[in-house]
Each structure stands twice: as C-alpha cells, then as structure tokens.
C-alpha cells in the first residue's frame, strides 16, 4: 500500500514538471503567435472625385517588410483594410553610407527626397538642412500633421519636421517643433518638451504660439480647435495592451483638425513599434502592431473614401528581423514567425497606395522617389 501511494506521488509529480516545463518552452517560444480575436474589414470605393490629391495621408511602418504585412494579414484571419490598396510597388531603402539604413536616413529620405547617412534627421551627408515635405506643402497654404507610437521626437517623425546631425539629440528635435507652424503632433515625449537641460519649458512656448497642449488622448480624441500638440506619453508610447487605440484615434484626431483646410493637408503616421517587436524577434508583438497599425489606416481609408480628394500610402522605411512566416491558420489566426536578423535588413519594402494619384506609387522605386510623387502631386 505504502509503496503505492509513493508511486503515485512519483506520477504525480513528473506530470507536474513536464506540464511546467512544456508550458515555460511554450511561454518562452517568442516567434509562435498563438491566434486571437480578429476585426472586421471593410472595403471602400475606388471611384474618387478627381484625378489629383488635395491630401497626402502617408503611413510608415516602422521596419514593416512584407512579412510582418502577411503576418498581420493571417492572424486577422485573412484581411486587412490595406487591402483596399489596389496600387503596390516596392522602396529600395539604401541610405547614402548603408546598404542597410536606420529609420533616420529612411525617414529623411522620404521626407526630403535626399539619401543621408544613418542617424541623419533631416540634413544630407554633410549635415546641412533639407528642406521638408511639410515646410514645401505649407508654402502652398496646406496644413501639416505628425503622429507616432513612440515619442514624437524619435527618428521617423523627427525626419519630416527636425534638422539635426544626430538623432539622438531629442531635445534639440523638440526645439526644432517650435520653429515650424506644424498644425498638429500626437505622439510620446512630453518629458523632452518639459523637462529639459537648456531649462526651456517647450510646453510653455507651445501654448503661447497658440497650440492646445493635452497629454490625455479622451482629450486629443474630443479636439475640436486648430492646433494640437498631443503629448500622450513621457517618452515611447506603451505597447498595444497599455496605450489602448491611440493610433487609430489619434490618426482621426489629427485628420479632423487638418481637414478644416479647404486647401488640403499632408499628415505621416507612423506605427513605430513594429520595428521594435523586428528587433525583439516577437511574433506576437508584430502581430498586435501590424494590426494596430491597420486600424488606423481604416480610419484614413473611411476618411478618403468620404472626401474623394485624399491619397493613402502605406510603406516603410525599411524591414527589420529579416522575417518570415513559415506556418499560420487563416482558421485561428496562428502565425509561426521565423527570423534572420535582430536588426535591420536590406530587402525592399511594399508600398501600398489608395485615392487620387494612387498609380504613381507602382513599379520598384528609390525611397527617395516617394517623396517626389508626393511632391509633384501636392507641389505641382
Ligand atoms: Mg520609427
Ligand atoms: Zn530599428
């Protein structure tokens, strides 16, 4: 009897362990998304009021290669509101001393037309300042907005809106906010307007040009006025699970304030993350961002579609992982990532367009030649 009572215990406690063990390797497995909740997609028009934009709403997933797309794409169980991007092509993403760039020359390169070194925000090789898409818009009358998941200052929106040699001056990038008339920022960084080594309170400065300063995105999402800084977190916005939808709201936050300009607007959105979840090789998190990052192109999309005059593109800056998907579920949304790289690759990336203008953006492209198109159609 005795004997058998050790027995089962002895049982009993090998089952326990390998359950801990199995569910500890299934915990730690980073590149298997398990599958989840997907959203409803809907499909828009194609038929648009003219032949030429008013507005240029462009995204930029940060390190989204097609991969991350796809991986968006299955564990949403087979859509995405991207897909109402009928025009595809493909960015070549060199930086001028790279064949593989960072998001600061990627940035500058498509915000200025011109290759730079890797860490450049918005200077060329010898780190002289280039003019800017919004700058070139806003000398035709038209209103400019920037929005991203990280800090407002970091490398992507920095590029379209800073002059600095290196980006990791991030107080100098916030100072650079106050020299330009840009109609409205959403993103992190408040602590870089705020508190800060030259003793400048940016936020104090902000407001006094006129800008409404609000750190609570209900309150980003409720602006009605002209001129928003949105300052949603200290540096980096959380991951999905703790900023919520800021993206998607605060990509319809900063339309409604941009489209009260009958003479039309330029805004970049950036889902910046993606890159990080690339880096971090994390399925999951590449998944909860491509998917984050889609939503918000629902809303541009749900916006364009209304107006008729408003051209949406979608691309990247660059891809990050070197991923792949080598199995997934359109069923249970199951995506199993594999990865080359902890950093950046340099493979093309797509380059998804939708509205008036749309056909522009086909073929194989230099990243430079983005920032062209969108110039000829809003520049003349
Ligand atoms: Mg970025
Ligand atoms: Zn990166």
Known sequence: MKQKIKTAVL????????????????????TLYQGGEAYEVKSFTQTFKSDTPKNVILFIGDGMGVAQVFAGLTANKGSLFLENCRYI????????????????????????????????????????????????????????GLVSTSSITHAT???????????????????????????????????????????????????????????DLARVKNYRGKKLAGLTAPNANGRVQERGDMLPVSTRAAIDVLAQNEKGFFLMVEGSQID?????????????????????????????????????????????GGMTVNDGSFETGMVKGAYTSTGHTGVMVP???YGPGASEFIGIMENTDIHAKMRKLLVK
Do not use: C
């Open 351 to 353: 380059v998804f367009s």
């Open 89 to 144: 092509g493909f960015s070549k993403t060199s930086a001028a001393n790279r064949y593989v760039t960072d998001s600061a020359a990627g940035g500058t390169a498509l915000a200025t037309g011109k290759k730079t070194y890797n860490g450049a925000i918005g200077v060329d090789v010898d780190k002289n300042p280039v003019k800017n898409i919004l700058k070139e818009v806003s000398e035709k009358g038209l209103s400019t």
């Open 157 to 215: 929106p920095a590029s379209f809106i800073a002059h600095q040699a290196s980006r990791s001056q991030e107080e100098d990038i916030a100072a650079d906010f106050l020299k330009f008339d840009i109609d409205v920022f959403i993103g992190g960084g408040y602590d870089f307007f705020a508190k800060r080594e030259d003793g400048r309170n940016l936020i104090d400065e902000l407001k006094k040009k006129g800008y409404t300063v609000e750190k």
């Open 276 to 320: 990080w979840a690339g880096h971090a090789q994390n399925t999951a998190y590449v998944v909860e961002e491509m998917l984050d990052l889609d939503r918000a192109i629902g809303k541009a999309l749900e916006f364009a579609a209304e107006n008729g005059e408003t051209l949406v593109i979608v691309t990247a800056d660059h891809e990050t």
């Open 11 to 30: 049982f009993v406690a090998v089952a326990l362990l390998f359950s801990a063990t199995a569910a500890a390797q299934q915990a730690e497995d980073l």
